[in-house]
């Protein structure tokens, strides 16, 4: 079974090719990340207008080096949320236009089941169930996958993701956008013990996240310093910054695992490209006992890979759309358990 995929969710113009549900043969991915930088994020009717632009030439690319032509194609499978709607829009019409045309069966995919499944192409022996950490651009959510297409919320961010902390953070700190590998890489030259920034809604039993506040925390640490003529170094705001994000994320997971009398952490998204949040949960789970998986780099931020390996796997539960699928900006991950 072929299934091609199509990613246009945010900045990320994608198309992929899979062979059943976890053999990539191609996974091309077009970035607008030095377009919007000069904005300090992403502008949305710029990011539509580059996905019209890119759209068909990436899934060209995506079937030139899988080395299969559209009519071997047996179903096509879509992010239709969540995400940026006109963005979201240009992938879903790509989408709609070729099923219609090929006459093939249309898959509609939540970008969020996506970014977990990444890790069923990292890991082919990964199995369900585990409790997924997702840390994205926009998110920041413990899931329980129980199986292949049952999914439970066990706590989210009240407000910011942690992506989002990191990119304003680096954004003030007038590192280019977007500032999670920025911040990651100067961390490395940093004291993360130079400043206690605050770890919000950290204890026992509590599952929700709050990033707005820390970085509220680090703006000030930044003004404050700036008024009194003080000189920053900025590679200890950020270890430091880093390490409370990391320490409240390590610290939710691992009670999330043990709730969930399971003994498999999965990391997602984005944010789970960061050298330090993976080197310290790699030993923070050893030491618990828990296994842990996560994707590697390019499978870790926005890709139409994890969308075809979700589509696979809804295809096989029959969940297929038809052509009134619409995009779908605040499409949810689950319901809570
Ligand atoms: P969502 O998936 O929630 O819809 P998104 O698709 O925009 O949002 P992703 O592509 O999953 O988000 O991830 C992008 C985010 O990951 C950005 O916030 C970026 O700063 C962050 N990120 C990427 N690499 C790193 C890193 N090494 N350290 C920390 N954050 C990182
Ligand atoms: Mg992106
Ligand atoms: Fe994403």
Redesign the pocket.
């Known amino acids: 079974c072929l299934t091609l995929a199509i990613e246009s ?2 900045d ?1 113009t994608s198309a992929a090719v899979l062979s059943g549900g976890r053999i990539i043969l191609s996974n091309v991915i077009s970035t607008q990340i030095p377009v919007h930088q000069k904005f300090g994020g992403v502008v949305p009717e710029i990011a539509s207008r580059k996905h019209i632009a890119n759209i068909m030439p990436v899934i060209d690319e995506a079937l030139r080096q899988a080395q299969v032509s559209l009519t071997d194609i047996n179903q096509i499978g879509v992010t239709y949320g ?2 940026l709607v006109g963005a979201l829009l240009v992938g879903v019409s790509a989408a709609k236009a070729l099923a219609f045309s090929l006459d093939i069966p249309l898959i509609g995919v939540n ?2 089941e996506g ?1 977990i499944f990444a890790n069923f192409l990292a890991h082919p022996e990964l199995k369900p169930p585990f409790v997924a950490l997702v840390v ?4 920041t959510s413990l899931v329980h996958v129980k199986d292949y297409n049952t999914f439970y919320l066990i706590g989210q961010t009240r407000d910011d ?1 942690a ?2 902390a ?2 304003k953070v680096a954004r003030v700190m007038g590192l280019p956008y ?4 920025q ?2 890489k100067l961390a490395k030259l940093g004291n993360a013990d130079a400043i206690a920034f605050p770890q919000a809604l950290s204890g026992k039993g509590n599952f929700e996240f709050s990033f707005s506040g820390l970085k509220s925390a680090v703006l000030n640490y930044l003004h404050n310093a700036e008024q009194k003529g003080e000189i920053v170094n900025k590679a200890d705001v950020a270890a430091s910054f880093q390490k409370a994000v990391i320490a409240v994320l390590i610290d939710k997971a691992l009670q999330a695992v043990e709730k969930a009398g399971l003994t498999k952490l999965v990391l997602a ?3 789970a ?3 330090a949040l993976e080197k310290q949960l790699k030993a923070s789970t050893e030491a618990a006992g828990v296994e842990f998986y996560y994707p590697n780099m390019i499978l ?3 890709n139409a890979a994890m969308i075809g390996c979700r589509a696979y796997y809804q295809s096989l539960m029959g969940d297929f759309a038809n052509l009134y699928l619409n995009a779908i900006p605040n499409l949810k991950l689950t319901d809570k358990e």
Do not use: K, M, Q, R
């Open positions: 969710s945010c990320e969540p995400g970008h969020l970014h994205s651009g926009g998110h993701a992506g989002e990191f990119d977007p500032g999670g590998p911040i990651d998204g984005g944010v490209a960061n050298s870790c931020t926005d």
